[in-house]
């Protein structure tokens, strides 16, 4: 039978606290018979007591909550490899190129601490821009994959995704706060995106230091769609949409860091 950590805390605090009482007791008395003197033997006895078992919790919840938050980290990482073969499997499905959520994801984080962010924003982060397509798995394949341009209906449908990826990422606790990404990496610094219509500051940092990594990656690899863009005229077209499209401060963080940046992404290695 397996004892819970509670238990186990509590029994073991119990049976060394009640050895200690009962060999020290016997050992105050027959070592001192001064009664004055065993009197004031006892509160040291006793401070020493306080001290002893402090200590022993101090120790003995230490290492129960480092059971617990390694048992947590493994959940959370098994929860990310799930995740990552759903990713996949969209990639696939959407005909997008090799690597691409992964890649998206490697230079988003970079961006990210490069603008200060750390801690459980980083990890929002990571898996906002690992589902930030996530409301796609709603739409037909023959708008994810039409080769030409969408009509006036189709790209009414396609512009719902965000939302839809929104939803679904609410109905889960543990990515409730990486919707953020999902949600609005479609609106626009000069408030004429979608679905909000949110305008500079107003549009969450997470999503804006997405939009930046989405658009270069975008640009830079072929999709069903279009061929890719010389290295050069991706970096010019963030130069030009930089104060439109995308926060300036965050492309010209991006644009000095680049080659820094480009390496992590084409990196596979976590």
């Not at 098994?78 to 959520?101: F, G, I, P």
């Not at 929002?124 to 709603?138: P, Q, S, T, W």
């Not at 492309?251 to 000095?256: A, G």
């Amino acid at each position: 039978m397996t004892l819970s950590p509670q238990l186990r805390t509590a029994g073991t605090y119990v049976l060394v606290s009640a050895a200690y009482i009962w060999f020290s007791g016997h050992l105050l008395g027959d070592l001192v018979h001064d009664p004055h003197r065993i009197v004031m033997y006892q509160i040291f006895k006793g401070w020493f007591f306080v001290l002893g078992t402090g200590l022993l919790l101090y120790w003995m919840i230490g290492r129960t909550v480092h059971r617990l938050a390694e048992a947590n980290r493994r959940l959370v990482d098994s929860h990310e490899q799930a995740l990552r073969v759903l990713v996949e499997a969209m990639d696939v499905r959407h005909k997008e190129t090799s690597d691409h959520s992964e890649r998206v994801v490697r230079m988003t984080m970079g961006l990210a601490r490069l603008a200060g962010l750390e801690g459980d924003a980083l990890r929002d982060i990571k898996f906002g821009a690992l589902l930030h397509d996530i409301g796609k798995l709603a739409l037909p394949d023959a708008i994810l994959i039409k080769p030409g341009k969408l009509d006036e209906s189709e790209t009414r449908l396609m512009r719902a995704h965000p939302r839809i990826g929104y939803d679904m990422l609410q109905r889960v606790d543990f990515l409730s706060s990486a919707s953020v990404i999902p949600y609005s990496h479609h609106e626009r610094w000069d408030g004429d995106g979608y679905p909000q219509g949110l305008k500079g500051d107003e549009i969450p940092l997470a999503a804006r230091i997405f939009s930046v990594v989405d658009v270069w990656d975008a640009l830079s690899f072929q999709r069903v769609y279009k061929h890719a863009w010389p290295e050069a005229d991706v970096l010019k077209y963030l130069r030009e949409v930089s104060g439109s499209q995308l926060d300036p401060t965050l492309v010209q963080l991006f644009l000095d860091n680049y080659p820094a940046l480009k390496t992590l992404a084409l990196n596979p290695t976590r």
